[in-house]
């Protein structure tokens, strides 16, 4: 039951988060011309991998992590990665050439989405204590910024560039008020030690192939758009983000199944049988879900488009795709969390640097032969052979 209610709570903050994020979308779409989305979709695309690879899923650390003292150095060393991979965006902006993502821009979003993720990072602490009403209320707090921003800013400011500062400034200050001063975790960040890098070398040797992992995980989705921009249109290129803003926002179900259970997951990790029944359940609801979700989409999908002036003879048959492709991909996650909880980066390695791979082959076949059917094709078969691996690889330890 505990391990219910845990789920259940998890779901009422990503539902708001839902609500702001599509809301949000909806104003920038409906009030603005049609490339400055497409560019700022672009902008996502090349920046989200930089900040996957410089974030190495440090709240699932975070969240099954016993010693406090540790969790400061992660959470420290977390902070330092913003500014340590910004060299890596200068140089992909400089061979990357394209009219659509200018370098300002691409900086802004970049420490725009670096520091949402250290944020993410840092609510590892109430994973790690189970209190999931102060993960909603960081998660709504900060996402309520982009309604502001795109509801706000943009129309009076018309400039993108401005309204990405201030929405990074009140994503900063929702951090400083809320998370630190109001819940009074204080001595989790100490600034004064930034400069201060002792022994945290080992967080480098340990935690690196995480952030390659995070990269690899965001590359099956970045690396398609890249090629749809170059060899398709920006038209296409903006559907495809429409597609992802819906995937991302069902999406939330899935990850708060997993997100409100990491402690409790790795309470149940040593106990096999209860663990072999706790991921029966979950992919059970995940295969609940999926029929209702394709159900759904199948008889009022053109209407959830339509809002979003989405107007395209296949985007049913795309959505459909992605909504398979995530539950695969969300699916394999259930299985392979265990790796997270036994640190055993090595593994999970592995697993997302296949799936990395057969997004990357497969994009540059499906793209020029399927035109707009493409990234759904590469989305849904990139993560089958990852789900198919996944099971591989458990089948070979099953004492796992």
């Known amino acids: 039951m505990k391990y219910r209610n845990l789920v259940l709570r998890g779901y009422i903050g990503d539902f708001f988060v839902l609500v702001f994020q599509a809301v949000s979308i909806f104003l920038f779409v409906n009030n603005n011309p049609n490339y400055l989305y497409a560019s700022w979709v672009l902008v996502l695309t090349l920046v989200n991998p930089i900040v996957g690879f410089s974030s190495m899923s440090m709240d699932s650390i975070i969240a099954t992590e016993k010693e406090t003292q540790k969790v400061k150095s992660i959470l420290l060393f977390r902070l330092r990665n913003i500014f340590v991979f910004l060299p890596i965006l200068i140089v992909i902006n400089l061979l990357y050439d394209s009219n659509a993502s200018p370098w300002f821009l691409l900086l802004i979003a970049y420490f725009l989405k670096s520091f949402e993720g250290f944020a993410i990072s840092f609510r590892g602490l109430y994973y790690r204590d189970k ?64 400069f201060k890098f002792n022994n945290q070398s080992f967080l480098l040797k340990k935690y690196s192939l995480l952030g390659i992992n995070t990269f690899l995980q965001l590359i099956v989705i970045s690396f398609p758009q890249i090629l749809i921009e170059k060899f398709l249109s920006l038209e296409i290129l903006s559907f495809i983000g429409i597609v992802m803003l819906f995937n991302s926002a069902f999406d939330t179900v899935y990850l708060s199944s997993i997100n409100s259970l990491r402690k409790s997951y790795s309470e149940l990790v040593n106990d096999q049988n209860r663990l072999n029944s706790f991921v029966k359940k979950i992919i059970f609801l995940f295969s609940m879900y999926l029929v209702l979700l394709i159900i759904v989409f199948t008889f009022i999908g053109n209407i959830l ?55 990357v082959i497969f994009s540059y076949y499906l793209i020029v032969e399927f035109s707009e059917y493409s990234f759904g094709l590469v989305y849904l078969s990139s993560n089958l052979v990852y789900l198919l691996y996944s099971i591989y690889r458990k089948s070979l330890k099953p004492t796992l």
């Open 131 to 194: 209190t999931i009403s102060k993960v909603n209320m960081s998660k709504v707090l900060g996402k309520f910024g982009y309604v502001l921003g795109f509801g706000f800013f943009l129309q009076e400011l018309e400039s993108l560039t401005i309204t990405l500062i201030l929405i990074l400034s009140w994503n900063i200050l929702v951090f400083l008020i809320y998370d630190i001063y109001i819940l009074k975790n204080r001595e989790f960040i100490q600034i004064s030690n930034f």
């Open 305 to 359: 488009f339509n809002i979003y002036n989405q107007y395209f003879s296949f985007q049913i048959e795309v959505m459909s795709l992605v909504l398979m492709g995530s539950y695969l991909f969300y699916t394999a996650n259930v299985i392979n969390f265990q790796y997270f909880v036994k640190r055993e980066v090595v593994q999970i390695f592995q697993l997302f640097f296949i799936r990395a791979l057969c997004a």
